[in-house]
């Protein structure tokens, strides 16, 4: 998997996507994370990327050109027009189901991340393929936005964390939140780990995660809860389910 982040400031999104387990998985060849950074694409001694919106209105704009530019030298490399991403306020919530589907559908993707006050139009229109925003709110620019996706897709790469298993038990990955975690010491601040999991009982524990999954989900996220509730379920959820609301087993 590679990802082209386009940006205006390179250094402080490549440190990031070169720390820790992105880190170690670029310099294993598992993930490639390139930025570029878009004034070097500008035709004017002053690098000026930007310009003020036709119409009037507070703030600048950034130009179609640069952004063009850029983006046409990445395609140029990679051989073919790359799937692209525009991040912005006004695109469709990402999910845990978008990385997946990120990272199944495409062997690399470009990141556009805007700022001032967004970009022309007329780029989004001939260029990005989609648009994507990481909650209801605005950002100075679309660097976090854009570290957010390339981190949560490149995760899902094999390779990249221990083992699959390390995502698939993890929240939003089936719909629904993890359960509470616990680690050594046994006793602290007066709080004791629950005794079901140091009982090595590993089907038990199992269960016991999962019903602190669904109690969680139903708790925090009614809005999960309620499409999970709607789906299809197995022997072993419905009776989990019955076993939650303290239903008898049938």
Known sequence: ?????????????????????????????????????????TVNKQKQVDDYPY?????????????????????????????????????????????KRLKNDYDRLILVCGHYEGVDERFIEECVDEELSIGDFVLTGGEIPALAVADAVCRLVPGVLASEESFTNES???????????SRPELWHDRKVPEILRSGNHAAIAEWRTLQS??????????????FLARE??????KLLRKLDGQPEK
């Open 172 to 182: 939003h990955w089936d719909g629904l939140l993890e359960g509470p975690q616990y």
């Open 1 to 41: 998997m590679r990802i082209d982040i386009m940006t205006l400031f390179p250094e402080t999104v490549g440190d990031m996507v070169w720390d820790s387990i992105l880190g170690r998985a670029q310099e294993r060849g598992y993930i490639r994370v390139e930025c570029h950074q878009i004034r070097d694409y």
């Open 214 to 227: 669904y109690s969680r989900t139903r708790a925090r996220r009614p809005d999960l809860w309620e499409a």
């Open 233 to 238: 379920h197995d022997k072993n959820e419905a």
């Open 55 to 99: 119409g009037g209105g507070g703030g600048m704009i950034m130009q179609a050109d640069p952004l063009y530019r850029c983006w046409a030298h990445i395609c140029e490399e990679a051989g073919c027009r790359v799937h692209t991403i525009y991040m912005s306020p006004a695109g469709k919530i990402f999910t845990q189901e978008d990385a």
